[in-house]
């Protein structure tokens, strides 16, 4: 699976975003999609996951209430909402996929076996 994220940007504090990450090369709906994001200095953190169906989605507390991730089999796309942004929320936001991520391990870099590139977003004050 290839994973393309895009869609960041530089944005004011309160303004919206929406990441999206198109997918390629095997049938995308059997994955399990995550978010991550690394700012400058830190290490790379659990943002958002979604396993098979929109029921069964995951955040990071400093994210939940602000960003809604979703999928679009159809389209082998995964996306990021995000709502609200806050200066803290500038990081390069990067797309993941596994095939066998359990529950336990679905926060975890470890649990996923594909990345995207990574797309920037930069939240201004």
């Known amino acids: 699976v290839q994973l393309q994220a895009s869609g960041g940007g530089l944005v004011q504090a309160g303004e919206s975003l929406r990441l999206s990450c198109a997918a390629s090369?095997?049938?995308?709906?059997?994955?399990?999609v995550g978010w991550f994001r690394q700012a400058p200095g830190k290490e790379r953190e659990f943002v958002a996951a979604?396993?098979?169906?929109?029921?069964?989605?995951y955040y990071a507390d400093s994210v939940k209430g602000r960003f809604t991730i979703s999928r679009d089999n159809a389209k082998n796309a995964v996306y990021l909402q995000m709502n609200s942004l806050k200066p803290e929320d500038t990081a390069v936001y990067y797309c993941?996929?596994?095939?066998?991520?359990?529950?336990?391990?679905?926060?975890?870099?470890?649990?996923?076996?594909?990345w995207g590139q990574g797309t920037e977003v930069t939240v201004s004050s």
């Open positions: 090369g095997r049938t995308f709906s059997n994955y399990v």
């Open positions: 993941a996929a596994g095939m066998r991520t359990i529950l336990s391990a679905i926060r975890d870099i470890g649990g996923y076996d594909y």
């Open positions: 979604l396993r098979r169906t929109q029921d069964n989605t």
